[in-house]
């Protein structure tokens, strides 16, 4: 039987739904618990399911963060949130990171509440010094969210700047993404430091992120770890 209890941020959206199917699929489905701003989002599937529990909460609110952790005996978080492009971000190149900035409550949350497993989607844009070796396709790669997408990078670099920082006493994870697709969820994925033997290609579909979520989960192959991930 699977113990784990995974309280799912982000759960509402593309990445977040794929997760959800995804581990509702399985032959031994996890508990899943979905923090969510918005029910009305949240897929008739997952709300009939006797493995869901859905709460309605803000990310910056620690109390019900924490209560939420403790009453459903979260063993694990996984985070899909993830910023949206905005059209005036890019003319006035804003780099506003309110998601980013609810991190400490959620990492605080955690401690007070004795849940240890992190995993947080961030962007290859987050540079790990001393594992990560440039490439030029992955510097063409990088000046795009730069140039197109300034408040989200910003966003999501310092997503994985917040788990790193204060999640020293945490099992974490930071799982970089490339361009998400639709594409079949058994496809096969790459997971490691980019740098020429990287074999991962630059787009990774949601189903087989949601599956390598899934897997990673129970083998914690990559505890403090930020691997870049693409579909082989």
């Known amino acids: ?3 784990n209890v995974i309280l799912v941020l982000g759960a509402t959206g593309q990445s977040g739904l794929a997760f959800i199917e995804e581990a509702l699929q399985q032959a031994d489905p996890p508990k899943l618990v979905l923090f969510v701003r918005n029910k009305s989002k949240v897929p008739e599937t997952a709300i009939q399911s ?3 529990s859905i709460v309605s909460g803000d990310l910056a609110d620690y109390e019900a963060l924490s209560s939420t952790m403790q009453q459903h005996s979260v063993t694990t978080v996984v985070s899909f ?3 949206y492009m905005s059209a005036s971000a890019v003319i006035t190149r804003a780099k506003q990171t309110p998601i980013a900035d609810s991190f400490p409550a959620i990492i605080d949350a955690m401690k007070n509440s004795g849940v240890r497993h992190l995993m947080a989607l961030s962007t290859p844009s987050y540079w790990v010094e001393g594992q990560d070796v440039s490439t030029w396709r992955l510097q063409m790669y ?31 994870t930071v799982f970089r993404i490339p361009h998400l697709t639709n594409g079949a969820s058994d496809l096969p994925v790459w997971a490691d430091y980019a740098g020429p ?5 630059l787009s990774l579909s949601r189903g087989s992120l949601a599956r390598w979520v899934l897997t990673e989960i129970k083998d914690r192959k990559w505890t403090k770890g930020a691997p870049l991930l693409g579909n082989i």
């Open 197 to 201: 033997s990287h074999k991962g290609s």
């Open 1 to 3: 039987m699977d113990s």
């Open 142 to 172: 990088g000046l795009m969210p730069v140039l197109f997408a300034p408040q989200g990078n910003a966003e999501m670099v310092k997503i994985a700047e917040e788990v790193v920082a204060k999640g020293d006493s945490l099992d974490w």
């Open 81 to 83: 949130l993830g910023a």
């Open 50 to 52: 006797a493995k869901v």
